[in-house]
């Protein structure tokens, strides 16, 4: 049973304007939050982190909002580079166990 | 320093047949995880293994098991093999594993297909 869903599988986004990826989960017990990138036939990246006790967090042109009453979590990236063409990946955990990753939204940033 | 070494990068095998997937983490973390990535099911967690103990297990059947060797390395077996396991086998590594908030560090991953 798919406890975080990213229900878009595909994005795109212009180059400049803001990309935002969305993710939902089911679990209420998970309290920390991750998004890896990945490029084609590389591994995933770690790209940003949030802990449930907070509704924010930055880093650069990334960040994440946390909204646990609605269990939604979304990525925004500005401003968007042709670089940041991957797949992005929510993950969720809580303590103690696995992460527990989407499925994935495919971003396509065009020039 | 080396980051996370999978090998083989490439692999084909027929239906029935078994497979071991080695992963060689960054020096220093003794937790490997496994994880089987397709399109239809995304990242999925198979297991970890934490100084050479299998301390997580995900809901895979018994055809896949794992080890960890007294250098932290881990090898991964599917057995009897499947269509349905034709996937990116990915391992990811860390310092002291999926009980903390660290994050994890990927490799390339083995490309696993049956036929």
């Known amino acids: 049973d798919q406890q975080v869903k990213q229900n878009s599988p595909s994005l795109s986004v212009q180059e400049g304007r803001i990309s935002i990826l969305n993710c939902d989960y089911t679990?209420?017990?998970?309290?920390?939050f991750l998004w890896y990138k990945k490029y084609p036939a590389e591994g995933p990246t770690f790209l940003i982190s949030?802990?449930?006790?907070?509704d924010k967090n930055e880093d650069g042109r990334f960040t994440v909002f946390l909204n646990k009453s609605a269990k939604h979590l979304s990525l925004h990236i500005v401003p968007s580079q042709p670089g940041d063409s991957a797949v992005y990946f929510c993950?969720?955990?809580?303590?103690?166990?696995?992460?527990?990753f989407g499925k994935g939204t495919s971003l396509l940033v065009t020039p | 320093k080396a980051g996370v070494t999978q090998t083989p990068r490439y692999l084909i095998k027929t239906r029935g047949q078994q497979v071991t997937l080695s992963c060689s983490p960054i020096?220093?973390?003794?937790?490997v995880s496994w994880y089987q990535q397709t399109p239809g099911q995304g990242l999925q967690f198979l297991f970890e293994?934490?100084?050479?103990?299998?301390?997580n297990k995900g809901n895979f059947p018994g055809r896949f098991s794992g080890r960890q060797f007294s250098n932290s390395r881990s090898e991964m077996n599917v057995s009897t093999l499947e269509l349905g396991d034709s996937a990116l086998y990915l391992c990811?590594?860390?310092?002291?594993?999926?009980?903390?908030?660290?994050?994890?560090?990927f490799g390339s991953g083995t490309q696993l297909s049956v036929l």
């Open positions: 020096s220093g973390h003794r937790s």
């Open positions: 949030i802990s449930s006790i907070k």
């Open positions: 993950a969720a955990k809580n303590s103690g166990y696995a992460l527990n």
């Open positions: 679990n209420s017990m998970f309290d920390y």
């Open positions: 990811a590594s860390s310092s002291q594993g999926l009980t903390t908030n660290e994050k994890l560090f």
């Open positions: 293994y934490f100084s050479e103990t299998q301390r």
